[in-house]
């Protein structure tokens, strides 16, 4: 499942660097990040079209299912000719779109430096309902990895921060009791918050009937979630205490998406502060751009 290059053409253009972020479409719609379907209840749109005339550049997973794309980072080049973390490992593939679950992913492989190859799943145009996609998340929803090292495959982005965690030991403390504080938030994220904010985006931004109670509704439910970390973040600089990890950047995916709708947390000051810490790291502005920046809706 990996690209139609052949695997050690592949791996040459990797370990030599030339193999260039690739460029899509100019299409608008391209650009735009895909919030919209982050939750349950996006149309099943686009299914079956045929991809391969949006591609104009760029090398295409044509063994994949045309519209995936590959484009390393220079980090990615960077930790394939030098190794990661003290070991060789095996690329992980990530399949994924730019979106605040997508986001999380990338910034943490970026963080990690481990290897890893992007696939372009584009959801605008439906590959994310594809039967290939559906065999990796029968769920079809991005992101996905798959880890040749060790044969795992993951959907639901807090269960692959925890994993790629796992592997690295790295963005997670050792002690139990922060430890245990990066699950809670991350939990947090996952549970209360993220989801919330997929709901808000859709009925403040999306639905074509404007529905106040809903609208109302989940501005209450995510502003108490922006308040709730908010008071989390009055003494300790991350998440889990002392210590970046994965909760910051489960919860980084969306504030990051939150700002560019314009749903405003600038009131609350501890939050605002963590997430320009956030937002500050190399790692994270690369991982925001994969496979393409957010312009919003
Ligand atoms: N709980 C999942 C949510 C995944 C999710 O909803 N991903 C969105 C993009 S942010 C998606 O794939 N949407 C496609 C669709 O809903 O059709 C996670 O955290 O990974």
Redesign the pocket.
Known sequence: MTAGLGESAQRKEWEDGVHSVVSLNSKRRYRRF??H????I?PDEGVGRDLAGLASGGEVDRSFRPGWILSPSPQIRWSRRHGAAGRKHEMIDLYT?S????FKATIALEELALPYRLHHVK?DDGA?RQPEFLALNPH????VISDADTGVTL????AILLYLADKTGRLLPQGTKARWEAVKWLQFH?ASM?PLL?QRVHFEMFAEEKLPAAIERYRRLTEEAFSTLDARLTDVSWLAGDEYSIADIATFGWTHIAAICGFSFAHHRNLLRWHERVADRPAVQRGIALPAPATGP
């Open positions: 895909n919030i379907s982050c939750f349950d996006y779109d979106s605040p679950n997508g959801i994310h079809g929803r991005i992101p959907f639901e982005s807090a996952a993220g997929g």
